[in-house]
């Protein structure tokens, strides 16, 4: 439920002008690949860096690793703009990697 409230804010941070129905099925959309490659032992925030949605798998021998929920799981928050929207936001930073906010 706290992914879905995290994922409609997103969707409409980047495109206000998006339609229930469209940020609907990117919330499914986005919620289905986590479950499929990252099954139930996630953490779910927002990147404190660009907003996005961004998760973790928890491995119990290492730190979690933080990633985006774009297309493909990008550490990177630039990157993220990019398999989010297709092209790069370039006021994000380069360096910035998902850090749950
Ligand atoms: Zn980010």
Redesign the pocket.
């Known amino acids: 439920m706290q992914l879905a409230l995290h994922l409609m804010e997103a969707a409409v941070f980047q495109d206000p002008a998006i339609t229930a129905e469209e940020a609907i099925a990117q919330v499914r959309k986005a919620v289905e690949g986590l479950i499929e490659h990252q099954g139930e032992r996630t953490s779910h925030a927002t990147?404190?860096?660009?907003?996005?949605p961004?998760a973790s798998v928890k491995d119990p021998d290492e730190d979690a690793t933080w990633v985006?929920l774009d297309d493909d799981y990008s550490r990177g928050?630039r990157a993220?703009s990019f398999g989010r929207d297709g092209e790069w936001d370039d006021s994000?930073d380069k360096q910035?990697?998902?850090?749950p906010a």
Do not use: I
């Not at 990147?47 to 996005?52: D, E, I, L, Q, S």
């Not at 910035?96 to 850090?99: E, F, G, N, R, S």
């Open positions: 990147c404190k860096r660009c907003r996005f961004v985006h928050c993220a994000l910035w990697k998902a850090v």
